[in-house]
């Protein structure tokens, strides 16, 4: 499936989150898109931009290892399916692909934070903190690699 496709699925599913845990869930979903996006245009990107795109990939795995997927197992979702970048397939249009990235990687920050004010579990406090300061990691490496694709498109 197309990278611009998988995050409009993202997207929406984060909008269709109400419990907390599937906020978190869906930030480690937004991750292995980062990861998954990252890796695809650093091997096949034009090869200007392949060093800010691996640092994109890396960033996005990093972001999911920052999730405790054995307390997010417990909690209902289910992190051990596929996530939705194993679907990734293609990135047709780079520039538009990364730039629903960055606009889906602040929205998981604007939820998880939304999450993090709003619980007194402890534990879900810091998923959250940690997932927000990873979402926004992994969206540094984003204007750094979409500006030339705008000129070399």
């Given amino acids: 499936m197309d990278a611009v496709r998988l995050i409009a699925a993202g997207r929406h599913a984060l909008a269709q989150s109400g419990a ?8 480690w ?12 245009l650093a091997v096949t990107g034009p ?3 392949r060093s800010e795109a691996r640092g994109l990939g890396e960033a996005g795995g990093r972001g999911c290892g920052v999730l405790d ?3 997010l197992r417990g909690e209902g979702y289910a992190p051990d399916l596929p996530p939705r970048a194993a679907q990734l397939t293609e990135v047709t249009d780079a520039r538009q692909a990364l730039l629903g990235l960055q606009a889906l990687l602040g929205e998981v920050g604007i939820a998880l ?7 007194d579990d402890e534990s879900l406090y810091w998923q959250c903190i940690e997932s927000r300061y990873a ?5 540094e ?10 000129r070399v498109s």
């Fill in 20 to 27: 907390a845990w599937d906020i978190v869930g869906e930030a």
């Fill in 29 to 40: 979903q937004a991750q292995a898109l980062a990861q998954g996006i990252g890796s695809w």
């Fill in 47 to 49: 090869p200007e931009l």
């Fill in 69 to 71: 997927r054995a307390t």
């Fill in 113 to 119: 934070v939304g999450v993090a004010c709003g619980t």
């Fill in 135 to 139: 979402a926004h990691h992994s969206s």
């Fill in 141 to 150: 490496p984003v204007p750094a690699i979409h500006p030339p694709l705008a």
